[in-house]
């Protein structure tokens, strides 16, 4: 078991979609891996002070276990929460994502059980795609395992994942990276994993990539700057690519170079909504350019997307900045019917209302806002400003 010293992440992660399947063949068998997971009845005595056992509470000590790579502490809580609570898909998704490089058939029950929720549905169906689609124990679905439980944000997880992935094949540049960067996010260093990887690949755009958010992630952004465009002219058809230079740019001050590489994104994928999110987020956030190109632009992505209220809710922001709180009002009522999940939808509505003197609703989008997100993340400080303005108890 190990104890983790966290650090704080400068930027959120990017698109790694992109990522998921560009795999290897050819790859080894690992060595033999015996079950690590155990019984430890005694230690669930310890989780609860009542015959009944709190499923919250189950769940943050199971995510404790998870952070510490305590794997048959984290299995042996998840097990006790889903017998208490065989309804909980969150617990049934987080013990099929445990389960799933070790014992991938019980793995399987659990993630069609978390699949049946809508709010887990698609989590469990990566999963699940992997389990489907590679031999169960070889490198490759150590490596795609890995890579999914990136782009799930499960970075514990990766680790264990991508550490089995080199026991099978330590020449698997990829996994390397990718090991590096689960590291990274879990506030160790790294650099070592993605320097070995960078040395085996120097050209590949996934490993440059990582490179690159690594540098981001410690705050030296010209460096990010430059390994991300590396990463992007060795793969000039990958609008994630551009759109990671933008943000980078974006991040250092640079807003005419993130709206020229904003723009390549949505170029290279004009019928992918979510690039056209990113910029459309970047004219609402900085309102660079909004009385010229920024403005058109806002105006027809909300037109070639009507039913997306993040960019509805771009458009919404920029109108409010010119200007017209009624306007943008109006705009955002319809945002948050289409994206009801969505922070900075209930964010915007929320100082809209607070503007146009309506305490009670405002109150009532900022305490949403605190109900998706942390109080210590961007928006929850934002919201939480908010309820102090307007006398509201901060949840």
């Known amino acids: 078991m190990r104890v983790r010293h966290k650090r704080h992440a400068l930027l959120g992660m990017g698109a790694i979609v992109w990522l998921i399947g560009m795999l290897f063949i050819g790859l080894t068998w690992p060595t033999d891996f015996s079950s690590a997971f155990s019984a430890q009845a005694d230690r669930l005595s310890t989780l609860t002070v009542s015959p009944t056992p709190d499923p919250s509470i189950l769940l943050q000590e199971a995510r404790r276990a998870i952070e510490a790579h305590d ?39 659990w993630l069609k059980r978390a699949e049946a929720d809508p709010s887990q549905a698609e989590s469990a169906r990566q999963v699940l795609e992997v389990l489907a689609n590679h031999t169960p124990l070889r490198a490759d679905f150590y490596t795609a395992l890995g890579l999914t439980m990136c782009g799930l944000d499960e970075w514990a997880l990766a680790e264990r994942a991508l550490r089995l992935a080199l026991e099978a094949n ?121 009385e ?25 922001w920029a109108i409010y900045r010119q200007g017209d709180a009624e306007a943008a009002l109006e705009q955002l009522q319809a945002a948050v019917e ?44 934002l919201a939480a400003r908010g309820l102090v303005r307007l006398s509201a108890t901060v949840p």
Not at 185 to 192: A, K, N, T, V
Not at 215 to 220: A, E, K, N, S, T
Not at 238 to 247: D, F, I, R
Not at 347 to 376: C, F, I, M, N
């Open 71 to 109: 794997w048959p502490a984290a299995e042996q809580t998840l097990v006790t929460l889903v017998t208490a609570d065989p309804a909980n898909a969150q617990a049934s998704l987080l013990l099929g994502l445990l389960l799933a490089p070790v014992a991938p058939e019980r793995a399987q029950q």
């Open 170 to 290: 330590a020449a698997n540049p990829i996994a390397l990276a990718y090991l590096g960067y689960a590291l990274d996010r879990q506030g160790e260093d790294g650099w070592p994993w993605l320097e070995q990887a960078r040395a085996m690949a120097p050209t590949s755009p996934q490993v440059l990539y990582l490179v690159g958010m690594h540098w981001r992630l410690i705050g030296d952004l010209e460096a990010a700057r430059r390994a991300l465009t590396q990463a992007y002219w060795a793969a000039p058809d990958n609008p994630a690519l551009a759109a990671e230079v933008g943000q980078t740019l974006q991040a250092a001050g640079d807003l005419a170079g993130a709206e020229r590489w904003l723009r390549i994104a949505v170029g290279l994928a004009p019928d992918e909504a979510r690039w056209a999110e990113l910029l459309a987020t970047f004219y609402a956030e900085t309102g660079y350019n909004l």
């Open 338 to 381: 289409l994206a009801p999940r969505d922070v900075r939808v209930h964010y915007y509505l929320g100082a809209v209302q607070e503007h146009l003197g309506d305490g009670e609703a405002a109150r009532l989008a900022y305490s949403t806002v605190l109900t998706l997100v942390p109080r210590e993340s961007y928006y929850g400080e």
């Open 292 to 316: 010229g190109a920024g403005m058109v632009f806002l105006q027809r992505a909300s037109t070639d997307f009507p039913q997306n209220g993040v960019l509805k809710a771009s458009l919404a």
